[in-house]
């Protein structure tokens, strides 16, 4: 697409050069056609003076009598006066010295008519046709009433006057338009290029801004009005792009170390036992090489999960299940953990609780959730597990102590690979239950959200759909010992 | 030598500090970055291998109240950070030496053979004593050729005593550079590792090649 500067030079110019060409020939048209009705009028006034010549006499018919003095201006000369008078039948009854041996053809008309012709003496002119009565003396008015026969007058001149002023007018337009041209040229260019320069800066500021220089801001005061929303957006949208790529990079670093980690330690745990075999202790060795085998296991699994849930390509079977079975089966693996033991867990869960829903992928939803329960209350802390149908659906919620999340964390919990501390020293969690989660509430269209409901509390919870299967009401919830799941 | 080994990670903690022992490094080993200023202030490391991102305190606040106080221990950073800002700011931090996980075991002790010898001024890999060639990479001491027969302890003091060569070594000195914060030796143990290094190193006839200053310490002529 070719350039707006461009453009709109090019189309201006069109736009001055075509409104002036189109004045101009209006103008010239005007004019022509107002100085040719001048001339006409002229041909036939003289015409007229010419038709008056011409007299009807009740006894001796048609009569022309023209003097040396009339006649003077129809002699041949450098620009000379053709006419010619016919009587209705056709004869000539008189015509101009200028015809010398030529003559017109005879035309009848309608009163009066103007056309173009070709003069006897080569040239280009116009000639008047004028059908009239001639003159009839006071005297012999009574005498000719009603036998006056009409004559036929053709009158012709090269317009010479008129061609010349023609010519002289369209020079000057010609020229006007070429000056005009280049003056249109040169203002539009300029003015163009003014009025675009805002628009250059805007594209320069753009064009310098890489990933090193997000944190860019377009000065908007120094914008024109059209011009600001622009800057507004790009603004706003450089600000998306910087936290993107923050999280990006922070997505990289965090992957990097996690996995550089594990790395580094099989790495050096093989090289020491190569090193020096006689020493290692190749069972131990071995424990640990699985143990970092493991959590690179689960790491990689499940950023290949979040990735499948990303692309929208996690398979899921839906089925109906107990969401209580699910509970029951997930807290089997917690309930071993000793720090269990330090916290207080409540549970509000019915007596059964069917959801429609992928059961794997839900079992493995609640695992991490309960598994960050367990992990990150603090010690004499209280863990609360309930579970409410209604017509809405089955509603779960999971609310566990924690002293170190503040509301300013909570955008950054489902975010992969975020941790509290810096540090990233746990290799129980790496970062990815939450995110995990969320993928998978994401993919199975369950409204997923985790809250600070009070100080010191956070809540994780999970919305499921109403299944087909009439479910009991909150009325019959009962408390469930853990023991008697 | 005396190394400190600040990583969280106990399986770095472990290969790597049975790869330093093993190497004849005094090795102290911790978890946690408070825990790491601590050792690294109290004690008079020749080379500290310290991982940035740590519990209690990270590393790099750690190296930089290490310098704050006057520590010119020297630093190798040992992280999974990786990129050109990382290694700039690790080393403008105070830093010798920057290793970026994972790391080829070798590389790493070459690299803390290297601060080790900067430690004392030294550049070249081999130190000559008379007719005596001491190889730290190869932990080896021989005399015309032939190797003599050291034991770990024995060679770590060889060495430590070739480093300081010229000068009056004390007896805590080289405790402190010889044994860990594990080893508990005993009150006699230096003189001991003296005496047997004596009778393997000297030559048949002359003076010993360490001279004993009597209340003061020993000193490799």
């Not at chain 1, 209006?26 to 010549?53: F, I, K, P, Q």
């Amino acid at each position: 697409m070719p350039s707006i500067r461009r453009r709109l030079t090019v189309r201006l110019l069109a736009t001055v050069l075509v409104l002036f060409i189109a004045s101009s020939l209006l103008l010239y048209t005007y004019v022509r056609a107002r100085l040719t009705r001048e001339y006409d009028a002229t041909l036939a006034a003289r015409a007229r003076a010419v038709a008056s010549l011409i007299q009807f006499d009740p006894k001796d018919g048609l009569e022309y009598g023209a003097t040396d003095q009339d006649l003077a201006e129809y002699r041949p000369d450098e620009n000379p006066i053709f006419f010619q008078v016919w009587r209705d039948d056709g004869t000539t009854i008189a015509r101009s010295p200028s015809l010398e041996n030529h003559a017109f053809t005879f035309t009848p008309v309608y009163y009066q008519t103007v056309q173009a012709l070709t003069l006897p003496n080569g040239r280009s002119g116009r000639v008047l046709w004028l059908q009239t009565l001639p003159r009839v003396e006071e005297e012999n008015r009574t005498a000719a009433a009603g036998k006056v026969p009409p004559i036929t007058l053709a009158i012709a001149q090269e317009p010479r006057e008129l061609n010349s002023t023609l010519q002289v007018l369209a020079s000057a337009l010609a020229i006007a338009a070429l000056l005009l041209s280049a003056g249109a040229a040169l203002v539009v260019t300029l003015t163009v290029r003014r009025s675009l320069a805002p628009l250059d800066r805007l594209a320069r500021q753009a064009d310098s801004i890489g990933p090193d220089s997000l944190d860019y801001q377009f000065p908007l005061s120094d914008l024109p009005a059209e011009l600001r929303p622009i800057a507004s957006r790009l603004n706003a949208l450089l600000d998306r792009l910087r936290e993107a790529f923050t999280r990006e990079r922070r997505f990289t670093a965090d992957v990097a170390h996690e996995l550089r980690t594990p790395v580094a330690e099989l790495r050096s745990l093989a090289e020491v036992a190569l090193k020096w075999p006689d020493d290692a202790d190749h069972l131990a060795n071995y424990r640990e090489i699985l143990g970092t085998a493991r959590q690179m296991e689960a790491l990689i699994t499940r950023l290949l999960s979040i990735a499948r849930c990303d692309a929208g390509k996690q398979s899921i079977k839906r089925q109906t299940f107990d969401l209580c079975d699910i509970i029951r089966e997930s807290w089997k693996s917690h309930e071993k953990i000793p720090l269990t033991l330090t916290h207080t867990i409540a549970w509000d869960i019915p007596s059964t609780a069917p959801i429609q829903s992928d059961r794997a992928m839900v079992l493995a939803m609640i695992d991490n959730l309960l598994s960050n329960a367990v992990t990150y209350t603090p010690p004499l802390g209280k863990i609360r597990v309930s579970i409410s149908n209604k017509p809405t659906g089955v509603h779960l919620s999971i609310t566990n102590s924690c002293h170190d999340i503040s509301p300013h964390d909570l955008p950054h919990l489902l975010e992969p690979f975020w941790r509290k501390d810096p540090s990233r020293s746990s290799r129980d969690h790496c970062g990815l239950g939450l995110t995990l989660v969320a993928a998978y509430a994401k993919s199975l269209d369950l409204n997923f959200k985790i809250d600070l409901p009070e100080p010191h509390t956070f809540l994780a919870s999970v919305q499921f759909p109403p299944t087909p299967i009439p479910a009991p009401t909150d009325t019959n919830a009962q408390n469930l010992p853990l023991p008697a799941c | 030598m005396r190394v400190l080994l600040v990583e969280d990670s106990p399986r770095l903690q472990n290969s790597v500090g049975v790869a330093l022992r093993k190497s004849g490094y005094a090795v102290d080993v911790s978890g946690d970055g408070s825990e790491g200023l601590y050792l690294a202030t109290s004690n008079d490391y020749d080379v500290i291998v310290l991982d940035i991102m740590l519990p209690g305190l990270d590393g790099l606040s750690l190296l930089a109240r290490l310098r704050q106080k006057g520590k010119s221990t020297h630093v190798l950073l040992l992280t999974a950070k990786d990129t050109v800002e990382d290694r700039v700011t690790g080393l403008r931090a105070g830093a010798d030496d920057y290793l970026v996980k994972p790391f080829a075991l070798d590389e790493l002790l070459a690299r803390v053979e290297a601060l080790a010898r900067r430690s004392y001024g030294v550049k070249d890999p081999l130190i000559r004593i008379g007719d005596i060639e001491i190889d730290p990479a190869q932990r080896t001491a021989r005399r015309e050729g032939i190797a003599i027969d050291l034991r770990p302890q024995e060679f770590s003091l060889l060495h430590y005593l070739a480093l300081r060569r010229g000068t009056v070594v004390t007896r805590n000195e080289i405790e402190s550079h010889i044994y860990d914060e594990l080893a508990e030796p005993m009150s006699n143990v230096v003189e001991s590792a003296v005496y047997r290094l004596r009778k393997k190193i000297d030559p048949p006839s002359g003076p010993s090649l360490i001279e004993t200053r009597r209340g003061v310490g020993y000193l490799l002529r």
